[in-house]
Nanobody, 130 residues
Framework: QVQLVESGGGLVQAGGSLRLSCATS????????MGWFRQAPGKEREFVAA????????YYADSVKGRFTISRDNAKNTVYLQMNSLKPKDTSVYYC???????????????????????WGQGTQVTVSS
């Protein structure tokens, strides 16, 4: 069983930065991939970034590449999303997710698909003002 809890959201002005944290509980090991997704009211859940638990591979949506960075601290069982140069369009609820993968190949499509993730946090609100 895996439980995920996001934190670090808040209200910032355009151009500012936030660092989101995803604290995990339960057994986390190398067979898990970690992802960040976001969902605004009335919109579909959108892929933001993902990483293997080892951190050897990272993936980003084109809309955030160069501005956001996903990282992890395995010793603390925590995954981070550093968000810089925030824009009003980044306003959303951000979710941390975990995917159990042992046989499927590591691909961008698989890492970016919300349907492939097995565990989800409750989300943390990020609001970027103009």
């Amino acid at each position: 069983q895996v439980q995920l809890v996001e934190s670090g959201g808040g209200l910032v002005q355009a151009g500012g930065s936030l660092r989101l944290s995803c604290a995990t509980s339960g057994r986390i090991f190398s067979s898990y991939d970690m992802g960040w997704f976001r969902q605004a009211p009335g919109k579909e859940r959108e892929f933001v970034a993902a990483t293997t638990w080892s951190g050897g591979s990272t993936y980003y949506a084109d809309s955030v590449k160069g501005r956001f960075t996903i990282s992890r601290d395995n010793a603390k069982n925590t995954v981070y999303l550093q968000m810089n140069s925030l824009k009003p369009k980044d306003t959303s609820v951000y979710y941390c997710a975990a995917r159990y993968r042992i046989t499927s190949a590591l691909t961008f499509g698989g890492m970016a698909a919300a349907s492939g993730y097995n565990y989800w946090g409750q989300g943390t609100q990020v609001t970027v003002s103009s």
